[in-house]
C-alpha cells in the first residue's frame, strides 16, 4: 500500500466518487479518499490521499481554494448551473460597469443560502435527494468568504472571471447571486478548480497520464515525485525526533514532552504544533502542546494499516 497525497485533474463527465473509484483501480489499493467533492461538470484540481494520508482529508478540505468560472446571465437553472431546468429567462441588459459592480460587491464575507442540488444534509437527508423528489426546503445560510475575484473577460451575457474563496462556498450559487443582484438571474456555465490549498492545477495529473505512469513502471513507484508526503502537507510545522527510550511511547500514540524530543539547533522554543518522527526518523504524527501543562498531546497519528 502506497501513502501520500496525489494532484489529480478531475475531467468533466463523472464525479469525484468516480475519480477515486476510478483511481482504486488504477492502483489496485482500496485506502484511497479525495479532499472536497467537484461536481460532474465541473473540472480540476482534485487532491487525493492513499493510504495513511486518507486521515488528511478532513484537515485538507479546510484549505482555501481558487477556481475560474464563466457565468452566464439571464438564466436561471434549477440546479443553479446550466446542466439544470432553466425556470427563468431575462434580458441581460446591465453594461459593463454595473456587472464589474455586482460581481466585485461579493468580495468579503457573505451569508451563501446552500444550493437545492448538493450534499448538504437538513434532518439527515442529502439535499440533493429531496430536490430530486421534487421538494425545496429551507436552508440556512452558511458564512463564507469571498478573498478575492479577478474578471478576466466581460462578453454579455457571459462574464469570465477566477474566485479564490473559504472552503464550503458554491461557486454556482455566487454566479446565482450575482445575476440576482443585477436582477436578470444568472447560472454558472463553466468551472475549473484551479488550486486547493497548494496544489496547482498546473502540477495535476489525469487519470490516463497516471495509469500510464504506473504501467510503465510495472506499479505504484511509477509516480515517483507527484506523490506528497504527508509531512510535505504541513510545510510551516517543524520536525522532531523522539529518544529511543521514548519511541514505545509514540508508537502507542501517548502524550510526550519535550524531553522525550531532539530538537533542530535553530527551533523555537516550546512549539504549539510540532510533526514528531521515531528515533529511526518515520514519521508518526502529529502532536499538539496541551496548554500549559508542558506536554503534547497527539492531534493526528498516522500509525498502523
Sequence with gaps: MITGVLNVYKEAGFTSHDAVAKLRGILRQKKIGHTGTLDPAAEGVLPVCLGQAT??????????????????????????????????????????????????SFVGGYDQIPPMYSARRVNGKKL?????????????????????????????????????????????????????????????????????????????????????????????????????????????????????????????????SAEDFVFAEDAAPAPERVLVFDSAGDFCGLYRMNGGAGRYKPEKMFLGG
Aim: hydrophobic share 35%; proline share 4%.
Design 128 to 256: 440533493y435527494e429531496l430536490a430530486r423528489a421534487g421538494l425545496e426546503v429551507e436552508r440556512r445560510p452558511s458564512r463564507v468568504e469571498i478573498f478575492s475575484i479577478e474578471i478576466e473577460e466581460i462578453a454579455l451575457p457571459e462574464v469570465t472571471m477566477t474566485v479564490r474563496c473559504s472552503k464550503g462556498t458554491y461557486i454556482r450559487t455566487l454566479c446565482h447571486d450575482i445575476g440576482a443582484r443585477l436582477g436578470c438571474g444568472g447560472c454558472m456555465k463553466q468551472l475549473v478548480r484551479t488550486r486547493v490549498g497548494g496544489f496547482r492545477v498546473e502540477e495535476s495529473l489525469r487519470l490516463d497520464e497516471i495509469a500510464d505512469m504506473v504501467r510503465e513502471a510495472g506499479g505504484p513507484d511509477g509516480l515517483g515525485a507527484h506523490l506528497h508526503s504527508i509531512p510535505s502537507m504541513f510545510p510551516g510545522l517543524p520536525g522532531v525526533r523522539t529518544k529511543e527510550q521514548a519511541d514505545r511511547l509514540l508508537h502507542n500514540g501517548n502524550p510526550l
Design 55 to 104: 486521515k488528511l482529508c478532513d484537515m485538507l478540505t479546510d484549505e482555501d481554494k481558487s477556481y475560474r468560472t464563466v457565468l452566464l446571465l439571464g438564466v436561471e437553472t434549477d440546479t443553479q448551473d446550466t446542466t439544470g431546468k432553466i425556470v427563468r429567462t431575462a434580458p441581460a441588459a446591465a453594461d459593463e460597469d454595473a456587472v464589474r459592480e455586482a460581481v466585485l
